[in-house]
């Protein structure tokens, strides 16, 4: 049975208001936490394990002296055969810099959306990116292969009409059409109830 953006209502301002407007989820396949602090050469963070309050706290620290912050905050919990990383108000799991090497000799599918309502989606296998959209934009794709899942996108509830008509529920079918193509389903319970190993990726010098 294919997901619908319906069976992510749950998440929405009221249940998670310090995220729902500015996210990005990255699911990544065969990876340790290990390999990924190594990928992303990122460092662990002073309290590495959290819960998912304390990782929207630690992501939006005062700024420093100079106003910047001290680095990207992210979150990783193990979920079967594919790791889970958390950001709030980041986008390290959107940036290609990031994610191509990342995928490499695996699957990576990530989505995001920010205050501005701006988002994405990507489906990366080993490098190649085969999809990427905005969710606001279905019907405008790129990618090796940006036609493969336009049945299953309709079908979650993307609306392909390219009149600029703007579904409500977009960015609930980014979930469900990455649970399509990752089996990983994510529920309100399995983002509260975790433990998230958590990480650092300092600013650029």
Known sequence: MIPNAVDYLWFNDDRFPDLADSYC???VRDMTPELLMTRLGAQ?????????????TASYPDPGTFGTRDGKHFG?????DWLLIVE???H???SRKTILPLSADTRLVSHSRNVNAVGYFYWVEDGEIRLFFDPLFPYSRHGSSPDE???VM???GFDLAGDD????????AAFALAEHVTGVKLTPQLLEESTYLCGLVPPPR
């Open 165 to 172: 008509s703007v579904s409500d529920n977009h960015d609930k």
């Open 44 to 56: 662990a963070a002073a309290s590495p394990r959290k819960t998912l309050d304390e990782l929207i």
């Open 149 to 151: 899942l336009v049945e």
């Open 92 to 94: 390290l799991g959107v």
């Open 76 to 80: 990783t919990v193990s979920l079967g």
């Open 88 to 90: 709030v108000n980041g």
């Open 154 to 156: 309709q079908r979650v």
């Open 25 to 27: 989820f990255t699911l």
